[in-house]
């Protein structure tokens, strides 16, 4: 599987690629499967080389596919549609189209269940322990919260996942590609828009 990727567009810088999966870790995940696809939604986990989390045990995706399939994650960041309005160069001649702004990172790798209470405990833990912090600071929810017995039953409805990455490809189309003046324009407006993570980056693009 390919992504098209015009090289102006190309992310290379990996602080901006990990920023992305850790902001929007909710990701899609894409399995061949015979002459089908198999597609589904959760959120996973960045760590060294793989991405760590975990399905619902009546997602059949662990019985359908096989253990070391190859497949891709889709992490999607922020995305806007880019009016020609914006661009103070319109008034000059008018040659510009709508187009649409986005950050997009796709990891290709081998994907791996698991079965154990261990490697269930430890995906959960991972997942809360990053979210409730973020979320919750010192109340955050805890795993010894919930009885133990409960527990139990939770994590028997549930499947680990480990994904091997093998290659990873970032995109950030920020319109990188139009004259200065319009490239300001279109960031300011990302700012009045309240789209925080492409303004950003939008500015540190501006500065290189």
């Known amino acids: 599987m ?92 008018h040659k510009h189209v709508p187009t649409w702004n986005y950050q997009v990172v796709h990891m290709h790798g081998e994907l791996y269940f698991k079965h154990s209470d261990k490697a269930k405990i430890a995906a959960v833990g991972l997942l809360t322990q990053l979210h409730e912090k973020r979320l919750n600071g010192d109340n955050a929810w805890k795993m010894r919260d919930a009885p133990k017995d409960y527990m139990k039953t939770m994590l028997d409805g549930i499947v680990g996942i480990e994904f091997h990455i093998n290659r990873l490809e970032a995109k950030s189309k920020l319109s990188q590609n139009r004259e200065k003046i319009d490239y300001i324009a279109v960031m300011n407006k990302m700012d009045e828009m309240q789209f925080v993570g492409m303004n950003k980056r939008m500015k540190r693009l501006a500065e290189r």
Request: a negative charge; one cysteine or more; proline letters at 4%.
């Open 2 to 93: 390919k992504m098209y990727l015009a090289e102006h567009f190309r992310e290379n810088d990996f602080e901006e690629i990990k920023a992305i999966v850790e902001q929007f870790p909710f990701a899609t995940c894409v399995a061949n499967i015979g002459d089908d696809f198999e597609l589904n939604h959760f959120p996973m986990i960045w760590r060294d080389d793989k991405l760590i989390g975990h399905i619902a045990f009546s997602n059949s995706m662990h019985k359908t596919l096989e253990d070391g399939c190859k497949a891709a994650f889709i992490f999607k960041a922020e995305n806007s549609y880019v009016s020609p309005n914006w661009y103070p160069t319109k008034v000059q001649h």
